[in-house]
């Protein structure tokens, strides 16, 4: 990839980003999901890790508005693009239903899939005489395939083109700098590639985050398909990135090797392993831009004198 150009990209970007002014967005976090109750702070910031989802669920009345891109270089040695040779990018709206209920819906670029999600938490990682180890979190997605089909023989109906994935989120925050997440996970796809394919599949998330200041993270997240598609060769999603939070702005830069990014797509179909060989290897840049509808913390804040 040609990093040179993508570095001063990302730079300008961050540029635009340092001018903009607002509260920090770490506070407002960690305010949103404390109580009285003794609830331990957010475990991962942002309500994904990389690719996949964390347990986050943003509170009542907080809407984000995301743009996910990833950027790859194909084998050829030519290239008639300035930064990288193909790019995808998926556009999403998530929005907080109730402090505990979340709901997204988007759309990606590169596969043509349209998506949604319900993300419910059930339980807070909680301290104190009534403490509670964990964050569980349910979330139930779906999506819907678009793209032409080349295959004449496979089936075209709308419900044969919907897929549907379910998972279990359980995290930890071992300590102020650092927490995991495992995420058991089941993927049905009606459309199926070949006939040997699957139409079910059983799969485990685990990732984790470490915090490097009060605005920067690393992150890596990682999925095992216990039963892969047949037709073609498939490997793990593996990103190793940095979560940076600023004002209302989170930002998310990771090298990966699948560049689908809706969970039914990166769990089953990531056909690259991960290396530095061209087009293995993808660079993700996230940007979610975080609005609140409800403004009680900040008021909060101001009464208290806070800045």
């Not at 999506?143 to 549907?164: H, K």
Request: aromatic share 14%.
């Amino acid at each position: 990839m040609k990093t040179k150009n993508l570095c001063i990209i990302c730079l300008l970007l961050l540029g635009v980003v340092f001018n903009s002014s607002g509260q920090d967005l770490l506070e407002i976090l960690d305010n949103e999901q404390q109580s009285e109750l003794g609830y331990v702070p957010a475990t991962f910031k942002m309500t994904r890790i990389a690719f996949g989802h964390s347990t986050e669920v943003r509170s009542k009345g907080v809407l984000e508005v995301i743009a996910a891109n990833r950027f790859w270089n194909t084998p050829a040695p030519t290239s008639q693009s300035f930064a990288a040779d193909k790019m995808t990018t998926r556009f999403a709206l998530e929005y907080g239903i109730s402090d505990r209920l979340s709901l997204g819906l988007g759309g990606t670029t590169f596969d043509g899939l349209f998506d949604g999600y319900l993300k419910y938490s059930l339980f807070n990682q909680q301290g104190g005489n009534d403490s509670f180890p964990l964050n569980i979190t349910l979330f139930q997605g779906g999506s819907y395939n678009s793209s032409g089909i080349p295959n004449p023989a496979i089936a075209d109906d709308f419900s044969d083109r919907l897929s549907l994935t379910s998972q279990i989120l359980i995290s930890r925050r071992v300590s102020s700098n650092f927490s995991f997440q495992i995420a058991p996970t089941y993927v049905y796809k009606s459309l199926g590639l070949a006939t040997e394919d699957p139409n079910h599949f059983f799969a485990l998330g685990v990732g984790a985050r470490y915090r490097l200041g009060l605005h920067v993270s690393v992150v890596s997240e990682y999925y095992a398909t216990f039963n892969p598609i047949e037709s073609f060769d498939t490997y793990g999603p593996f990103a190793l990135g940095v979560n940076w939070e600023l004002s209302d702005v989170q930002l998310q830069f990771m090298l990966t090797n699948t560049r689908n990014m809706v969970e039914d797509t990166f769990i089953t179909q990531t056909r690259n392993n991960f290396n530095f060989k061209n087009p293995n290897l993808h660079f993700g840049f996230n940007a979610t831009y975080v609005i609140h509808f409800n403004n009680a913390l900040r008021n909060k804040r101001k009464q208290r004198g806070d800045h």
